[in-house]
């Protein structure tokens, strides 16, 4: 009996052990990949992996695009995919079908939409994501996530699919991406399996065209597909367990690159071939499929096998995930060897220790407390709050967050008070690269901390108390000092041992708190203006929203934007609901710029003009409430002045000196004394002011307005009024939407948009001094009657139905969408931005200016409404100056932008002559450099028509006129020519230009793979009379090519070729052929150093990234490049069988692959001769 006891127990030990040691090895689940399948009617491999599938019991069979023919879905040719699908139908576990190219082929979102309703009603198979919207997640198991893309989506035009996103929450490109991240973000935890038609990596070959110049939105080189792989792959960079499944590609491919696996699996039918692969990574061009299997303990393998003759073998395998990294163990201190209170700060004491000159430049701010020690409560998570367990890292900007749950489901953050600059400079700046590498513990790193402490740290505690006192809801920020310790679990290594503010998460499980008025849930911004849109049946509380604004210009908040906002609905009696604002996150409360260059750059830069420091008085409401604009234009729209001011004054009576003094008591003991107690006197100054402040920023605000009707059909009844007044009612049946009347006095132009629906506009009345309305119908049926036809324009799609009663209303009838489309964050505004303009080269000499940019963005745009550009030179050398004007006006015709320009420069400008020929003579030691010098006064101008493209390319088409007067100036080499020659005349000509041009490169910095073509073609004839006649045509053609030499892209070849033909004799040296210059193809030569009747040029470079190197400001690559250059010109009846060459290199360094510095030195039978540019040269 002893003996069997004994053998069962060594039995039982040996089942847990191979159990303990097996368990992590266990499949979760597996996910079977192909895509192509469209392509052929050869369903060997499809049915091949089914078969393998079926002894799998928990899996998902992804077809990853391109399931329908090149075509698309036609519903008249279902063929195809009821093939796939009877083939499918033998697979008893989760199908999903995901769109690619050719789903959106022909019939665009409506045939994407007609394949998913006839997969949907004849299989059990999904298709995500649905109803042709851009994303879509899935849990396939506990542990994974499969996050569904539709890439094809983003590529196509979106001015050819008019009812595009029309059952969609994500209206643009912009939402995509957020709620890309923000996927990525709650699944922090769990593997993100992440599948997308298009590759983010890939090995693939193209034709050499193709690589390069990217022109087509499915090559991996084409700008659009470039933006959309740069973004993606830099969000999946800040999370980890990230695996991307493609299946455009037609091969088989694993690589991982950052620490990204891609899988691609497209050989289903036709193959096509790969480059090779780097080490450890595969290609294959058998047909085939991949399979990735995710164990329990997280690590995921992927296999390949090929298929032939209906035989499969394992081609490759990899571990594309490890699995759970091995436990950090951590020593926690005991909770009792901790007294009540801890003493810590901020920032340690070497962080804020800054030099006089430091602080005079760059502001002395709230600095010192940053680093000065506050006794603080000390908290473990086991007690506090009665228990929090943390769940996830939170999602700020700028905030080191962690969210935390209770035993009864509510949510808690704490929030460290040491903000990351790495998290606000990649989630603001770097929204296409990953930084943290390159910029973690850098100048720029440790600049961005110091300038956080524009906000004191501790003020945020005091804001509940003031909130309090004039009924604004708010959260209640407790200071506390938190150790590490065993509850935090695996956040240990990023969190604990520092001083944290902990307080309710704004959402439903804190319904019933006092602070956030007891409502029925709470919702996100994003959800509100969803629910006031739906139905017309909720709305905003005004006044409370009115009131939170003004209190955030009363304590200096700047950062108002929308995710800072939570909103409390209630329902009422009748039914209907309102919204009632929670502002959270105080953070920049009471802030602080000073500093010479902080207070420079802050009224210098548009973006920053909002950071105004605090005082009494705030200097522009305008631009501190830059942020929430857009917010306020939303939320805002029946209140006048007297509900502004009746708020105002509300607080100014409720906010009491005591109530001020007892709100800063909530600041620790150890910040208290001067600059707090100089904040309340600026707080009271700033309540004595706040009547003014509102009604300042009023002005601006209803100085441009947008309405918006719901989703359903309204009644925009517009009526015109003398004295310049306008009312706007809007109706759904029987309820009233809004009803106010405008004034111009007040208000200059409103933006109507109906949304959703069959709407009807009315506009009639007489009226003078009207206000400017443009009415956006939707994408129905939309009536509009006006019966007042003055001022007021309609915008919709051209190829859908409107019904316009009155056939002489102004209208812009184009398929635009967005011109089209309500986005609530564009909004009606302007920027102005100077810059200093600073260069040199030998013959301008040092160059200074100015450069002036101010842009208008209104309702049409492309990109811009308006653009005026203002430059002025001095050149030190001549002594010339010119000045110049560029504006430019969209859509003048759909798309199609109007252009005018203007230059003048001066007697004493000069440009280079040498005399006409290839064999002009120059010898540097006999002749100075203003002997070639020739003075020329000159202007011009010109009207144009201007198209952009999406991909890159543009065409201008422009009559022009200008003149030129060349000085006969004595001593130089112009004096040679006789006094009485027509060159010295003042000539004015007319002419005509077309040209496009188009550019595309993968990097600004240091371009592995780049296309630049370009061609000019104009004709201008002399209109001054006379003796000359001159007349002539001319083209300019150019083609320049990057190209990466080896794979890791540190070697790379450029070549630029171009050239000018002059089409007639009769011509001036200023208008003929030139080359010589840095512009003009022979670096080692002075500018316009040869001129003739026909010139050609090539410039060759060999380009080497040596590496980089990490500096205390910012990381820095840098390389060199060996340069030869050649060219010529020809004139009439020449002889001349010389090459003009010229060789030499340069030395170049670039910063966050953003600018490149180049310095060089070439050298010809001239001279040598010194470049420096910003960039390449070409």
């Given amino acids: 009996m002893q003996i069997k006891l004994t053998n069962s127990i060594y039995y039982l030990l040996g089942v847990f052990f191979w159990t303990s040691i097996t368990f992590g090895q266990e499949i979760e689940t597996s996910i079977f990949v192909t895509g192509n399948t469209g392509n052929s009617n050869d369903y060997t491999i499809l049915q091949q992996l089914i078969a393998d599938s079926k002894n799998v019991d928990n899996s998902t069979l992804l077809l990853v695009g391109n399931t329908v023919p090149k075509k698309g879905f036609q519903l008249s040719a279902e063929k195809g995919i009821a093939h796939q699908l009877t083939v499918l139908s033998d697979y008893d576990k989760h199908t999903v079908f995901i769109p690619g190219k050719n789903e959106w082929a022909k019939k665009g979102r409506k045939g994407v939409r007609e394949l998913e309703k006839y997969i949907q009603k004849n299989s059990k198979s999904k298709f995500y994501p649905d109803k042709g919207c851009p994303i879509k997640k899935k849990d396939i198991s506990d542990n994974v996530v499969l996050i569904t893309l539709d890439s094809q989506w983003y590529l196509e035009n979106w001015d050819h699919?008019?009812?595009?996103?029309?059952?969609?929450?994500?209206?643009?490109?912009?939402?995509?991406?957020?709620?890309?991240?923000?996927?990525?973000?709650?699944?922090?935890?769990?593997?993100?399996?992440?599948?997308?038609?298009?590759?983010?990596?890939?090995?693939?070959?193209?034709?050499?065209?193709?690589?390069?110049?990217?022109?087509?939105?499915?090559?991996?080189?084409?700008?659009?597909?470039?933006?959309?792989?740069?973004?993606?792959?830099?969000?999946?960079?800040?999370?980890?367990?990230?695996?991307?499944?493609?299946?455009?590609?037609?091969?088989?491919?694993?690589?991982?690159?950052?620490?990204?696996?891609?899988?691609?699996?497209?050989?289903?039918?036709?193959?096509?071939?790969?480059?090779k692969a780097s080490e450890g990574d595969f290609v294959s061009t058998k047909n085939g499929y991949a399979r990735l299997d995710i164990h329990k303990d997280g690590k995921a393998i992927v296999h390949f096998y090929s298929i032939d003759n209906k035989t499969k073998t394992t081609i490759f395998s990899a571990t594309a995930l490890q699995g759970i990294p091995e436990k950090i163990e951590y020593t926690f201190k005991p909770a009792d060897s901790f007294s009540t209170l801890q003493s810590a700060s901020v920032y340690a004491d070497e962080e804020t220790r800054k030099s006089k000159l430091y602080k005079g430049l760059w502001g002395d701010h709230y600095r010192k407390y940053y680093s000065k020690k506050v006794n603080a409560p000390v908290a473990f998570l086991d007690t506090l709050k009665g228990g929090l367990t943390p769940i996830r890292r939170g999602g700020g900007q700028q905030s080191k967050s962690l969210r935390m749950v209770d035993k009864d489901g509510k949510q808690y953050v704490m929030r460290a008070l040491r903000k990351s600059a790495l998290k606000f400079l990649q989630a603001s700046a770097f929204q296409d690269k990953y930084i943290k590498e390159d910029l973690e513990d850098s100048y720029a790193d440790r600049f961005l901390l110091d300038f956080y402490t524009t906000a004191h740290p501790y003020t945020p505690f005091s804001i509940g108390t003031l909130s309090d006192a004039v009924a604004i809801y708010h959260t209640n920020p407790k200071l506390y000092y938190i150790p590490k310790q065993e509850r935090l679990g695996q956040y240990n290594d990023e969190f604990g041992d520092e001083l944290y503010l902990v307080e309710e998460r704004v959402e439903s499980g804190h319904k019933n708190l006092a602070s956030f008025g007891k409502p029925k849930k709470i919702l996100s911004t994003d959800d509100v203006i969803k629910e006031v849109h739906k139905t017309g049946t909720a709305s905003v509380d005004e006044p409370s929203y009115i009131r939170a604004r003004i209190f955030d210009m009363l304590i200096g908040d700047w950062d108002r934007h929308p995710d800072q906002w939570r909103w409390a609905l209630f329902e009422k009696e009748d039914g209907t609901e309102i919204c009632k604002p929670i502002p959270r996150d105080r953070d920049q409360a009471f802030s602080v710029f000073d500093g010479s260059i902080i207070s420079f750059l802050t009224c210098a830069i548009p973006g920053l003009r909002k950071m105004q420091s605090y005082d009494e008085k705030l200097p522009s409401p305008k631009w501190f409430n830059q942020t929430p604009y857009?917010?306020?234009?939303?939320?805002?729209?029946?209140?006048?002045?007297?509900?502004?001011?009746?708020?105002?004054?509300?607080?100014?009576?409720?906010?009491?000196?005591?109530?001020?003094?007892?709100?800063?008591?909530?600041?620790?003991?150890?910040?208290?004394?001067?600059?707090?107690?100089?904040?309340?006197?600026?707080?009271?100054?700033?309540?004595?002011?706040?009547?003014?402040?509102?009604?300042?920023?009023?002005?601006?605000?209803?100085?441009?307005?947008?309405?918006?009707?719901?989703?359903?059909?309204?009644?925009?009844?517009?009526?015109?009024?003398p004295d310049g007044e306008t009312t706007i009612e809007i109706r759904r049946k029987d309820i009233g939407v809004l009803h106010r009347t405008f004034n111009k006095k007040e208000t200059k132009e409103i933006w109507l948009y109906g949304l959703d629906g069959k709407d009807i506009f009315n506009v009639d009345g007489k009226g003078d001094n009207l206000i400017d309305i443009k009415i956006i119908g939707g994408k129905k049926n939309d009536t509009y009657n006006f019966k007042n036809a003055k001022k007021v324009k309609l915008y919709d799609y051209q190829h859908k139905e409107n019904t316009i009663v009155n056939k002489r209303s102004k209208k812009w009838l184009v398929d635009d969408y967005n011109t089209n489309t309500y986005d609530y964050k564009k909004r009606r505004y302007y920027v102005n931005q100077i810059l200093p303009l600073i260069a040199f080269n030998p013959d301008d000499g040092l160059r200074i200016g100015v450069l002036n940019h101010y842009t208008y963005y209104g309702l049409q745009r492309n990109p811009f409404t308006q653009k005026h550009t203002i430059s002025a030179s001095f050149y030190a050398a001549s002594r010339g100056v010119d000045v110049s004007y560029q504006g430019e006006f969209s859509h003048f015709f759909h798309n199609w932008n109007f252009g005018i320009e203007g230059i003048y420069k001066t007697p004493s400008f000069a440009q280079n002559f040498f005399g006409f020929g290839n064999d002009t003579a120059y010898d540097k030691d006999l002749v100075d450099l203003d002997f070639n010098r020739t003075r020329i006064q000159q202007w011009k101008t010109a009207v144009s028509l201007i198209w952009r493209g999406r991909d890159g390319g543009y065409f201008q088409f422009k009559p022009l006129i200008e003149a030129f007067e060349v000085e006969n100036t004595s001593d130089r080499f112009i004096n040679n020519i006789s006094a009485d020659n027509d060159v010295f005349d003042s000539q004015t000509y007319v002419g005509v230009e077309a040209k496009y041009h188009f550019n595309n490169t993968n990097d600004l910095a240091f371009p592995t793979l780049g296309f630049d073509a370009s061609i000019t073609i104009g004709y201008k004839s002399n209109i001054d009379g006379g003796t000359n006649k001159n007349r002539f045509g001319y083209i300019e053609p150019s083609i320049s090519i990057d190209h990466k030499l080896n794979k890791r892209g540190n070697l790379v070849f450029a070549t630029t070729f171009g050239g000018e033909a002059i089409l007639g004799d009769d011509f001036e040296f200023y208008h003929g052929a030139q080359i010589g210059g840095i512009q003009k193809g022979l670096r080692g030569f002075r500018n316009e150093r040869f001129t003739g009747k026909f010139s050609v040029y090539q410039n060759?470079?060999?380009?080497?990234?040596?590496?980089?190197?990490?500096?205390?400001?910012?990381?820095?690559?840098?390389?060199?490049?060996?340069?030869?250059?050649?060219?010529?010109?020809?004139?009439?009846?020449?002889?001349?069988?010389?090459?003009?060459?010229?060789?030499?290199?340069?030395?170049?360094?670039s910063g966050l692959d953003s600018f490149t510095a180049n310095l060089g030195y070439y050298v010809s039978t001239d001279s040598g001769r010194i470049t420096f540019a910003l960039g390449f040269a070409f």
Avoid at 205 to 232: C, E, H, M, P
Avoid at 1110 to 1131: A, C, E, M, N, Q
Avoid at 1140 to 1147: A, D, E, K, R, V
């Fill in 1100 to 1149: 060759t470079d060999l380009r080497w990234k040596i590496g980089k190197f990490k500096t205390s400001f910012i990381p820095l690559k840098y390389g060199l490049t060996g340069g030869f250059d050649h060219g010529r010109v020809w004139v009439e009846n020449d002889t001349s069988d010389t090459w003009h060459t010229s060789t030499g290199g340069s030395f170049w360094i």
């Fill in 161 to 275: 699919q008019i009812y595009l996103n029309e059952e969609c929450d994500i209206k643009n490109r912009s939402l995509f991406f957020l709620e890309f991240t923000s996927l990525l973000k709650k699944a922090q935890d769990k593997i993100k399996v992440i599948a997308i038609h298009h590759p983010v990596f890939t090995n693939t070959k193209q034709g050499f065209f193709a690589n390069v110049s990217g022109t087509s939105s499915q090559d991996f080189q084409n700008k659009q597909y470039r933006i959309l792989r740069n973004k993606i792959i830099t969000i999946a960079r800040q999370q980890e367990n990230v695996i991307f499944l493609s299946g455009k590609d037609e091969n088989l491919q694993y690589i991982n690159k950052y620490g990204i696996p891609q899988i691609i699996s497209g050989a289903s039918n036709t193959t096509k071939k790969s480059k």
């Fill in 630 to 721: 857009p917010l306020d234009m939303t939320f805002i729209n029946t209140s006048d002045w007297s509900k502004w001011k009746e708020q105002a004054v509300y607080i100014q009576n409720n906010l009491t000196d005591d109530v001020i003094k007892t709100a800063f008591k909530k600041i620790p003991e150890e910040m208290k004394g001067e600059t707090i107690n100089d904040i309340t006197e600026k707080l009271k100054g700033r309540r004595t002011n706040i009547v003014d402040i509102a009604h300042k920023y009023y002005k601006h605000l209803n100085s441009f307005e947008v309405i918006t009707g719901t989703q359903k059909g309204d009644v925009f009844n517009i009526k015109r009024s």
